[in-house]
Nanobody, 125 residues
Framework: QVQLVESGGGLVQAGGSLRLSCAAS????????MGWFRQAPGKEREFVAA????????YYADSMKGRFTISRDNAKNTVYLQMNSLKPEDTAVYYC??????????????????WGQGTQVTVSS
């Protein structure tokens, strides 16, 4: 069993930056593909970014390309999401997710096996 715990959310002004972290328990983190999703009030869950187990491949939603960067440190069992040039429309609860199948964490309709509890990101205008 893997548990995921996000941190790093908060309130930031438009144009600012935040770095989210997702710490994983368990010894299988390095075999998991990881992803970030977000959900704003009244909206469907949205894919943000994903990274392969090795970190060698990364994927982004079009609206995040160039602004967000996903990375991982397998020695620390942690995946990160660096968010720059934040916009009010980035306001949402951000969730990290993990699965042994990369396809589930890089697809809008994916159903990853493991989820964190979410961290709130609020961007003020």
């Amino acid at each position: 069993q893997v548990q995921l715990v996000e941190s790093g959310g908060g309130l930031v002004q438009a144009g600012g930056s935040l770095r989210l972290s997702c710490a994983a328990s368990g010894r299988t983190f390095s075999t998991l593909a990881m992803g970030w999703f977000r959900q704003a009030p009244g909206k469907e869950r949205e894919f943000v970014a994903a990274i392969s187990w090795s970190g060698g491949s990364t994927y982004y939603a079009d609206s995040m390309k160039g602004r967000f960067t996903i990375s991982r440190d397998n020695a620390k069992n942690t995946v990160y999401l660096q968010m720059n040039s934040l916009k009010p429309e980035d306001t949402a609860v951000y969730y990290c997710a993990g699965d042994y199948d990369l396809r589930t964490v890089r697809d809008q309709a994916g159903r990853p096996r493991y989820w964190g509890q979410g961290t709130q990101v609020t961007v003020s205008s």
